[in-house]
Structures are given as structure tokens and as C-alpha cells.
């Protein structure tokens, strides 16, 4: 056994390192927090892009401190892993996701075991579902959904899809998920920032290694989890969280009922387990310049069949005895 190994060894001495590599879009307080817990847990590379920089109104929030303000979150975030943690390889771009060349992109969500979009951008989020699709990788959704009275963090979303149409995708829950989502939660929202990154880590982990035992957080009916925190519940959420102290729901997220713009999946009579996945340079358009759903052979054959079927008992049913 070389030196490094057996130090190695003895940084995994108190538990068994769960490896992958990440790509996290969006080095923010969700962003931020959770890179440095996934570095802790064992995986590597992990990829960062972010393309601000620390302000002073993010002490209160983010895990980089006061010597970094002013600074690209996503490099100084990197640097710090690696300075803290030297097991990770973990690399920060000062970049915009969107604005970045396709085919970067696609590399880079290519080159990751699960992605996670951690902005607060909902057409950033859309882009790196579609994206994420393309490349044929899981992908997390982690956010926060805010009091706009009290404007603390409240509850926790965690949305995960699978490719190949075995999930609803981001945009195919459009519909069902709260859109006034909103991460830039303020006041005191830190606690309940961390909890939601705890527990979107252990999502990232299951997704990374699916026949793990701790894998079981990945409910297979259902792929949303909505966590509650510490802060007082709000109206809005009392019916779903009437407990005021920390509690979760897995939510089965369902597909829409025409075929979504992103991952074209839908409800019956297509299953979501029988279609194929998509093709690997796949980049579908955005919604807006979506084409319109074409009608598929396959319904017109079946409305067929069904018609023939009732005109020939009709006949039968008709004919002299």
C-alpha cells in the first residue's frame, strides 16, 4: 500500500466514500453549501459554474466568508475545497450556464454522473433540464420556496429526473410545482438552506449509486421531496406541513397529459417505461419555439382497429339467425 493510499484510507476511516462526479450549476447558498457537503462525502470532480461574485449581503448565507468578497463564487468556492478537502478535484467556472457554447455544455453535463441545477433562474433551470436530457444524466432540482411576507425560507423542494422518460423532467412538473419558487431566501434562512442541502445530497448519492442500500430516499413512485424547516409555517403551507418543527413528503410528480416540450413524455397511453431514450446529441428547441405535437400513427391505427372492430360485431349482431 502506497503512503497516499493509506492516507486516503484514513480520511475515509468513518465512513464509506461515495464517489461520482457532480456538476453543479449555481455556487449560491444551495450551491455553495452543497458542493462542500458532496466533497465531504467522496465525490469527485465537481464541476462549478457560477457566474457572480460574493457580496456582502451573502455573508449570512453563503459558505465562503468576508476574504472572499468581491470575488467569482464559483472559482474562490473551488479553491477553497480543494484547499480544505485535497481528496476533491473540484474546478469553478466564472461563467453564465447560458451563455456558454452548446456543445460546452453538453460536455460538461456529459462528463457528470448526476447534475444539479442550483440557480435561481427558472429559464436557467429549464435550460439545464433540456440540457441534461441531452446528455442522458440524472438530474437534481433543489430550491426554496419563500414567504413573501416574512421572506424566510420555508420549505424545501427537491425535484430528481431520470433520463429516458423514467421520471417526469423539470418542465413535465411545471405545471404541478409551486412557480413562485424563489432561492434568494434572506433573514435567518441559513438553517434552513443547510437542511435542504443535506438532504439534496443524499438525493445526489442515491441517484450516483442506485443499488446502494442508503439509495432508499429515491422513492420509486415518487420523485419530489418537500422538506419543512424550523421557521414558523406559514398559511399557505399549513394544510400540507401542520407540523411546526422539521418534517418531509415524498410527492409523486405525474407527467402532463400532452407530450412535454423538453422530454416529450406524457401520461397513458404512452408508458414512461417503454419509450426510448434519447439520443445523445439531442438539444430539444425551447418551449416557445417548440413545434406543435404531431399526431402519431400508432393512436390513428388503434382509433382503426377500434372502429373496424365494433362495424364487424355490428354485423354479426345484425345478420339473419
Request: glycine share 6%; with cysteine; aromatic share 6%.
Amino acid at each position: 500500500m502506497t503512503e497516499q493510499q493509506a492516507a486516503e484510507d484514513r480520511v475515509w476511516a468513518r465512513h464509506r466514500r461515495r464517489t461520482g462526479a457532480v456538476l453543479i450549476v449555481g455556487s449560491g447558498a444551495v450551491g455553495g453549501f452543497l458542493a462542500e457537503e458532496l466533497a465531504r462525502m467522496g465525490f469527485s470532480p465537481l464541476r462549478l459554474v457560477d457566474p457572480d461574485t460574493l457580496a456582502v449581503e451573502n455573508l449570512v448565507r453563503h459558505p465562503l466568508g468576508a476574504p472572499s468578497l468581491g470575488q467569482p463564487k464559483a472559482p474562490a468556492l473551488a479553491e477553497r475545497i480543494r484547499r480544505d478537502f485535497p481528496p476533491c478535484d473540484a474546478r469553478g467556472f466564472d461563467a453564465d450556464f447560458l451563455e456558454l457554447p452548446a456543445a460546452e455544455q453538453r460536455l460538461l453535463a456529459a462528463q457528470a454522473d448526476v447534475v444539479v441545477a442550483a440557480t435561481d433562474s427558472i429559464a436557467c433551470q429549464r435550460h439545464i433540464n433540456r440540457v441534461a436530457l441531452a446528455a442522458g444524466r440524472p438530474a437534481v432540482f433543489p430550491a426554496i420556496w419563500v414567504d413573501p411576507r416574512i421572506r424566510d425560507a420555508e420549505v424545501g423542494e427537491i425535484l430528481w429526473v431520470l433520463p429516458g422518460r423514467r421520471t417526469p423532467c423539470y418542465e413535465c412538473a411545471s405545471a404541478f410545482r409551486r412557480t413562485a419558487s424563489d432561492a434568494q431566501a434572506a433573514r435567518g434562512a441559513r438553517v434552513d438552506i443547510q437542511l435542504v442541502v443535506l438532504a439534496t445530497a443524499q438525493v445526489v448519492a442515491a441517484l450516483a449509486h442506485p443499488d446502494d442500500t442508503r439509495s432508499a430516499i429515491l422513492d420509486p413512485g415518487r420523485s419530489a421531496l418537500y422538506l419543512h424547516g424550523l421557521t414558523p409555517t406559514s398559511p399557505g403551507v399549513r394544510a400540507a406541513f401542520p407540523s411546526p418543527g422539521l418534517s418531509s413528503r415524498n410527492v409523486r410528480v405525474p407527467f402532463p397529459a400532452h407530450p412535454c416540450p423538453a422530454c416529450h413524455g406524457r401520461r397513458s397511453p404512452l408508458s414512461p417505461h417503454t419509450l426510448a431514450p434519447l439520443p445523445p446529441d439531442y438539444l430539444p428547441p425551447p418551449p416557445d419555439g417548440a413545434e406543435p405535437a404531431r399526431p402519431r400513427l400508432g393512436v390513428f391505427a388503434l382509433i382503426a382497429l377500434t372502429v373496424m372492430a365494433f362495424f364487424i360485431a355490428s354485423l354479426i349482431h345484425a345478420s339473419p339467425r
